[in-house]
């Protein structure tokens, strides 16, 4: 969770029925090794106790200005003081109308005004009401002012009404927690394009020629990018996983389309991260109706070679161009020959068949090499964490690169 660590994060819970949600976004957060300090209104005291954010986060929850007083010496300006972001999850109407108008009623809005950490607001409300024009120029203002919104989302609301309206999913908010905290970050102002997923190459209208990529280590590199300030692109053939948060997502089917997305991206890239599992060969010619199995005992399907995406791109020169060499044999010889065939600044030599390695797996187990001829093995870690070492070395070879 890299960016997470200690990092010191306010939490501000107002009087939503989804004020309940906020206990897993608080665990989530304690999780990842972030202090969180819980913020109540009096209001979404009625909905959840204190305690219950107490428990998860191991530290004491506020829910009144008096009882922060007595607690610590004005807790609300130490708490504000020592803030790294201030979240408030969820915001009603009132919380934003209080924001806008720089009121101090409560122990949230008091601190919102006394912190300069950046604020990242949560609304959730009846979806009338969070289309009413005062709560959208409340919004706006807000806006205006440098404060950033997730949400909310469209969906069931627990009036049983349907519409936009609902706390975004606790993913969704991690994700946006993240993106807040790594602007300015050492990836700040480039763009980082990241390819994902198998391939899919279409054999008739039913079926394709596919691998198991599970599409995992691509969209941890995209969102480590993300959390250090990069515009980070993702392309990605078809996967399970949802779009990562302030993610500029592209879904592609095949090869070429893969190929045509990375080429297009590129033209304006500082690098790109290979990742993707692209098909070798794809069916020679394209069949337009789907193959019947009458009177064929066996089917022969010609493939042909698919371009060699990283190869083949003729981008600037001063593109870093990252490559993963998955293998099940001869791991470092396959590796070296790849980083050289390939012309790329550096190459992730993973071992798909090692326990915990791999396709579908959340962690994985390589080994760096680059340009110099230095191999960096590192230990079975989570994917994300895989990511960030890759984005070290993108990083510095982005400062040394000639353009
Ligand atoms: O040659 P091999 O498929 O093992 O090379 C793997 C690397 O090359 C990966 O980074 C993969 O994304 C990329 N690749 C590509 N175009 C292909 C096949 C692989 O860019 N057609």
């Known amino acids: 969770m890299y960016n997470l660590t200690g990092r010191n994060i306010v939490l501000g819970v107002t009087g939503s029925?989804?004020?309940?949600?906020?206990?897993?976004?608080?665990?989530?957060?304690?999780?990842?090794?972030?202090?969180?300090?819980?913020?109540?209104?009096?209001?979404?005291?009625?909905?959840?106790?204190p305690l219950t954010f107490s428990s998860v986060t191991g530290r004491p929850a506020y829910a009144s200005m008096w009882d922060a007083a007595s607690a610590v010496t004005e807790a609300h300006v130490a708490l504000s003081r020592r803030a790294d972001l201030l979240v408030i999850a969820p915001a009603t109407a009132t919380t934003l109308a209080r924001f806008a108008a720089g009121s101090a009623e409560d122990l949230v809005s008091l601190t919102a005004l006394a912190t300069r950490a950046p604020i990242l607001i949560c609304p959730a409300m009846d979806p009338n009401m969070f289309e009413h024009p005062a709560v959208q120029a409340n919004v706006e203002t807000l806006k205006a002012r440098g404060v950033y919104f997730v949400g909310p989302d469209e969906g069931r609301l627990a009036s049983g009404q349907m519409g936009v309206g609902r706390l975004?999913?606790?993913e969704?908010?991690?994700?946006?927690?993240?993106?807040?905290?790594?602007?300015?970050?050492?990836?700040?102002?480039k763009k980082i394009v990241v390819t994902a997923g198998g391939t899919r190459e279409q054999i008739d209208p039913v079926r394709y020629v596919g691998n198991y990529s599970s599409g995992k280590m691509g969209f941890a590199v995209a969102a480590a990018a993300?959390?250090?300030?990069?515009?980070?692109?993702?392309?990605?053939?078809?996967?399970?996983?949802?779009?990562?948060?302030?993610?500029?997502?592209?879904?592609?089917?095949?090869?070429?389309?893969?190929?045509?997305?990375?080429?297009?991206?590129?033209?304006?890239?500082?690098a790109l991260v290979m990742t993707a599992?692209?098909?070798?060969?794809?069916?020679?010619?394209?069949i337009g109706e789907k193959i019947k199995r009458?009177?064929?005992?066996?089917?022969?399907?010609?493939?042909?070679?698919?371009?060699?995406?990283?190869?083949?791109?003729?981008?600037?020169?001063?593109?870093?161009?990252v490559g993963f060499a998955a293998e099940?044999?001869?791991?470092?010889?396959?590796?070296?020959?790849k980083l050289k065939s390939k012309g790329v600044d550096l190459i992730v030599a993973n071992?798909?068949?090692?326990?915990?390695?791999?396709?579908?797996?959340?962690?994985?187990?390589?080994?760096?090499?680059?340009?110099?001829?230095?191999?960096?093995?590192l230990p079975l870690i989570g994917k994300y964490e895989v990511a960030s070492r890759i984005l070290d070395r993108v990083v510095s070879l982005i400062e040394t690169r000639q353009r």
Do not use: H, W
Not at 277 to 286: L, N, W
């Open 168 to 170: 975004s999913e606790v």
């Open 277 to 286: 599992a692209v098909a070798d060969y794809q069916p020679a010619e394209a």
């Open 17 to 49: 029925i989804a004020a309940y949600k906020a206990a897993d976004l608080a665990s989530k957060l304690t999780q990842a090794e972030c202090s969180v300090d819980v913020i109540m209104t009096p209001e979404a005291a009625k909905f959840i106790a």
């Open 351 to 377: 071992d798909i068949t090692a326990e915990g390695s791999g396709f579908g797996a959340d962690t994985n187990q390589v080994t760096l090499l680059d340009k110099s001829g230095a191999e960096e093995e």
């Open 226 to 270: 993300r959390d250090r300030g990069a515009d980070s692109v993702l392309i990605t053939a078809p996967t399970e996983l949802a779009d990562p948060y302030a993610v500029d997502v592209i879904r592609v089917k095949s090869a070429m389309e893969m190929r045509d997305a990375v080429a297009e991206q590129c033209a304006r890239a500082d």
């Open 294 to 321: 009458e009177g064929r005992d066996s089917l022969t399907i010609s493939l042909v070679r698919t371009p060699d995406i990283l190869k083949d791109l003729s981008a600037d020169e001063g593109l870093i161009k």
């Open 328 to 337: 099940s044999n001869d791991l470092l010889e396959n590796a070296r020959k």
């Open 172 to 189: 969704t908010v991690m994700g946006a927690i993240r993106f807040v905290l790594g602007r300015g970050g050492d990836l700040a102002a």
